[in-house]
């Protein structure tokens, strides 16, 4: 059997999380303390594992837990010991804390001089019980095919007509994928290269670079302020390898601890984020 310093903490962490939760105790800043010594009306000192207090309409309410990190069940003697412990001292609401559970003659003790009984403890397989405790998950993604160089060409007489153009310098004169289209007359339709990226996307079933290109019987390159007569035009693109990776989503590592109340007979969880005060 240990001091009993691990277990006072543990139970400690998981009260201190319920007040915080609670609105009315939020408001009051409560601190749970631990080996806290109070002088009792005969004038000895009397000290308590756990303690923490708070004012409502002038009335202060002070609580104390009694922790024991024991491997079998509190027998009624513990129960005494705590009784003795708070009969000169007023206005205390007792609480027995263990892992374990309690003798029946500790729990009539207990019951009959108004001494919440609780086991705190961590979680267990049982806890989890009706619920999900993990989620795994195989995540497939598909990486959009990538236009890496695209270079139309444009027609002829079209060009001499326009002699403000050059063939060289056409390529950089067009903005975002999806500001760019080919306008496909003589096929009634029309599309970005950003469509265009995902038409390439089905012509090959391996991964890396490859190379498209298109010729037209009437068509045109609009964007940026301009419209062009192409012939035809050359594309690079590339087809990048799904990603592929595994989630695990385990809410057991957020669970740190159980309160059961055994005059309620209920059950607490308190998670590092959460409280969750009907865990059936």
Request: glycine residues 4%; hydrophobic residues 35%.
């Amino acid at each position: 059997m240990s001091d009993g310093t691990e277990y006072e903490i543990f139970v400690q962490r998981l009260q201190q999380a319920l007040l915080d939760s609670e609105p009315l105790t939020q408001q009051k800043n409560i601190v749970v303390e631990r080996r806290k010594k109070i002088i009792d009306r005969s004038g000895n000192t009397r000290e308590f594992d756990l303690y923490w207090e708070y004012e409502l309409a002038g009335v202060t309410y002070k609580t104390v837990i009694e922790c024991k990190d024991y491997a079998t069940p509190i027998s009624l003697e513990k129960i005494d010991a705590l009784i003795g412990n708070i009969h000169d001292i007023p206005d205390l609401k007792p609480v027995f804390a263990t892992k374990t559970g309690y003798q029946k003659g500790a729990k009539n003790k207990a019951e009959s001089n108004g001494i919440e009984l609780l086991i705190v403890r961590e979680q267990r397989l049982d806890d989890w019980e009706d619920r999900i405790r993990e989620i795994n998950l195989h995540l497939h993604m598909e990486v959009p095919t990538r236009i890496t160089r695209f270079r139309p060409f444009v027609d002829a007489n079209w060009l001499k007509e326009n002699s403000g153009l050059k063939q060289d310098n056409i390529d950089s004169r067009f903005g975002l994928n999806t500001e760019t289209f080919v306008d496909d007359l003589a096929k009634k339709e029309s599309y970005s290269l950003y469509e265009l990226a995902h038409r390439l996307d089905t012509l090959e079933s391996s991964y890396g670079q490859f190379t498209h290109s298109e010729s037209f019987e009437n068509a045109y390159l609009r964007g940026d302020g301009l419209k062009l007569k192409i012939v035809s035009y050359e594309v690079e693109y590339y087809r990048s390898p799904p990603i592929e990776t595994t989630l695990n989503i385990d809410a057991s590592k957020e669970l740190v601890g159980v309160i059961e109340y055994l005059s309620r007979g209920s059950r607490t969880a308190i998670f590092r984020d959460k409280i969750v005060t009907d865990w059936k």
